[in-house]
């Protein structure tokens, strides 16, 4: 069965870093277009950043960008997430997610989900 972990999530002080790692299993990693979603409380799952298979090319979303990294190690079978410079607002469940359509940054189209792993920046 194919499955995702994640970890890394924490707690972490404004302008600190984090790493997540996603681990893909019974999942053929460079046939799919892997991705970073976040999930805030009382808010809908929203893009963070993605890759696309193979590693061809990468997309952030606007609050990301320059202070987030996605990256993918196929020999692994392993997604990273690499958040510098993070705010209080970056707080949130981070969930990786794989496709194997055509590309899309929209949540619903994923079909596969890891459990999430929490990140909490504090001020």
């Known amino acids: 069965q194919s499955q995702l972990v994640e970890s890394g999530g924490g707690l972490v002080q404004a302008g600190g870093s984090l790493r997540l790692s996603c681990v893909a299993s019974?999942?053929?990693?460079?046939?799919?277009?892997m991705g970073w979603f976040s999930e805030a409380p009382g808010k809908e799952r929203e893009f963070v950043a993605g890759?696309?298979?193979?590693?061809?090319?990468?997309h952030y979303a606007d609050s990301v960008k320059g202070r987030f990294t996605i990256s993918a190690d196929n020999a692994k079978n392993t997604l990273y997430l690499d958040m510098t410079n993070l705010k209080p607002e970056d707080s949130a469940v981070y969930y990786c997610?794989?496709?194997?359509?055509?590309?899309?940054?929209?949540?619903?189209?994923?079909?596969?989900w890891g459990q999430g792993t929490q990140v909490t920046v504090s001020s």
């Open positions: 019974e999942l053929p990693f460079s046939r799919y277009h």
């Open positions: 997610a794989a496709r194997f359509g055509y590309y899309s940054t929209a949540a619903k189209w994923y079909d596969y």
């Open positions: 890759i696309t298979r193979a590693g061809e090319s990468t």
